[in-house]
DNA sequence: CGTTAACATACCTTGACAGGCATGTACGGT
DNA sequence: ACCGTACATGCCTGTCAAGGTATGTTAACG
């Protein structure tokens, strides 16, 4: 059993997300929106409903998929403790977000 | 720079963030609590302090690690789309407990 | 100034997982 | 019945990260 956090270390498993979030989209419309390969969809796509965070539904030869809320209801509900934290840190997001601002950038050795 | 979740996606960083929500702990501190060894704890520090997550301070030979807000607030915003989704889900989920007007009426998951 | 305590880091090995590719399956149209 | 579309799955391989062990570093103390 697959914990939510590791499901969600994907960067395409989180794009897809973001793209059901708007509406229940076929296979084929997530191939083609995130530009790659339908294997790839595929397996994310069983990763993701293994772990509950999707269904899906038949429609002819297309597989609908929504999101289901559970295990967001879920990780919301790991991050409450720490919400006191940064009640008095309200600003500071928006600098830290600013400094995560690099293109895909594989040295750093030290 | 590792993004926040898979930085999240190890089950002893959570742990460690887990202690480090209730107060400012050691790293001896904290090799105790969650019995680790202690290179596996300061290395497991090392990715949190690098991904922002903690911050620590010199006394004498210890080192004390504390919590910093912005990566968990980063997770926080990520959530924040998909809130207004289940937020509806739970509205729709009451609206229609609503109707079914019960007067013995215990709590039930599907 | 040697020793011990507290922690960090370097090295190695192993396992998990994502990507790519080929193939399997199910459904619809003609 | 055949073919094309839409999606799933199986296999293989490279990569990367976590755990274990050993060793380096810094500070306190007699």
Redesign the pocket.
């Known amino acids: 059993m697959?914990s939510v956090f590791?499901v969600l270390?994907?960067p395409?498993r989180r794009a897809i997300l973001g793209l059901l979030a708007d509406s229940e989209r076929?296979?084929?419309d997530i191939?083609k929106r995130l530009g790659?390969?339908?294997?790839?969809?595929?397996?994310h796509?069983?990763?993701l409903r293994d772990a509950g965070f999707v269904e899906?539904r038949t429609d002819?030869?297309?597989?609908l998929y929504r999101l289901r809320p559970e295990p967001l209801m879920e990780l919301d509900a790991w991050l409450a403790p720490f919400r006191k934290y940064w009640s008095a840190h309200v600003d500071a997001l928006e600098r830290h977000l600013d400094r995560m601002d690099e293109p895909t950038h594989k040295e750093g050795k030290?």
């Open positions: 697959e590791t270390a994907e395409s076929s296979v084929g191939e790659m390969p339908q294997p790839s969809v595929s397996k796509l069983r990763v899906s002819a030869q297309r597989r030290k």
